[in-house]
């Protein structure tokens, strides 16, 4: 007998198959190969010592504070350790519980019904600002139009095109100013009806702008205030387009002054339900969210966030990371921005291995090579 050790990430319904297992007998094996680490905060003593009880009553096991017993405290923090089998019966369980369980048991049903991941999307990035943070992203006019298509023929499913910088610390400007800076790439874009070839969103909040770029065959809203302006949802819902909702403390200007965060995973949560329930209540349909790297965050924050990207799925809709050759890359390890490319795939394939299914990125032919090395790693079987 010889013995080897697969990775976390092995296919596993792949190497069902590849013993010679039934297709039911693959099906309900690979439920049990799944392991999920969920963390419960601020949880009730008489709520964790039931969850104790059935969670070990299943398979399952619940780390709590070791005061719980005692009920010294009234709420502490706890972490469930369990199958994706073992949570199906935890949740059956505590649906007929009280104290609350049966929230628990909807909340629980939703991680588990997340749906086949979708292929990752490469969306390219444009500015025709004169100061964006990263030089290699500014053009103008036809060399702006040259490179949408120099993006799309290397493989960028969406094109971002953007007017106004939201670097920390950035002035906003006036409707009327960004809108003469991206009329004249709108225009050559309908033009050379270029949004037939591609999917081209345009990075702003400006009413007035996205209105003249969705009539012009754009057809994604890329909005860092999360639809703030009734006006944005007004037009987007128009246009039926669909809506990036990004999180951001605060305005570009102040937004890294001291952000602060009890939990930044509840918290980005919390903030996405809120947009979203907006965003339903104007029509709108098609949402992407992104947590917004670099935007009101420390480092910590952004780590936080890249390394627990799959809480996200739970909310139902495509997550988008956009941590292109940003500052925090800077942060681990001192890089000027035009040598940040490294930490910006290391960066954005960690996302993707997480459950983001779209890329916010300067460099489209770079990425794609790299996604396309770490798809056909993880689908070798040994």
């Not at 949880?43 to 964790?48: C, D």
Request: glycine share 6%.
């Amino acid at each position: 007998m010889k013995i080897v050790k697969l990775s976390n990430k092995t296919d596993k319904k792949r190497v069902c198959k590849f013993i010679g297992s039934t297709k039911e007998g693959c099906s309900i094996l690979t439920e049990k190969m799944e392991i999920n680490y969920i963390y419960l905060k601020d949880i009730k003593n008489p709520v964790a010592l039931i969850l104790k009880q059935d969670a070990l009553s299943v398979g399952a096991d619940l780390i709590v504070h070791k005061d719980t017993i005692l009920c010294k405290n009234k709420t502490s923090d706890a972490l469930l350790i369990a199958t994706n089998t073992q949570l199906k019966n935890l949740s059956k369980k505590e649906s007929r519980q009280p104290f609350g369980l049966k929230e628990f048991s909807k909340e629980i049903k939703k991680f588990l019904s997340k749906e086949k991941k979708e292929p990752v999307k490469v969306m390219g990035v444009i500015n025709a600002n004169d100061d964006s943070f990263f030089k290699g992203s500014r053009f103008q006019g036809l060399n702006a139009v040259k490179k949408i298509e120099e993006m799309t023929e290397e493989g960028a499913d969406i094109i971002d095109i953007g007017a106004v910088s939201s670097r920390p610390g950035s002035e906003a400007v006036s409707e009327e100013v960004e809108l003469k800076r991206v009329k004249p790439i709108v225009d050559l874009i309908y033009k050379e009806k270029i949004y037939e070839k591609t999917i081209l969103s345009l990075d702003s909040y400006s009413p007035l702008c996205l209105e003249y770029a969705l009539d012009r065959g754009f057809k994604i809203v890329n909005d860092i205030t999360a639809l703030s302006s009734d006006e944005v949802a007004k037009v987007a819902k128009r246009y039926d387009a669909t809506v990036v909702l990004m999180h951001m403390r605060g305005t570009p200007k102040d937004m890294q002054k001291n952000p602060t965060y009890q939990n930044v995973l509840l918290e980005v949560e919390e903030f996405f339900k809120s947009r979203i329930k907006k965003a339903k209540e104007f029509g709108i349909k098609d949402i992407i969210l992104d947590v917004g790297i670099g935007f009101g965050k420390r480092l910590e924050h952004n780590l936080t966030l890249l390394n627990h990207l799959e809480h996200f799925n739970s909310l139902g809709y495509p997550l988008l990371v956009g941590a292109s050759r940003k500052s925090l890359i800077d942060m681990i390890i001192p890089t000027k921005t035009e040598d940040r490319l490294p930490g910006t795939i290391a960066i954005h394939l960690k996302a993707i291995q997480n459950g983001v299914t779209i890329i916010r990125c300067h460099d489209v032919k770079e990425h794609l090579q790299a996604i396309k090395v770490l798809e056909a790693i993880e689908s070798s079987l040994f």
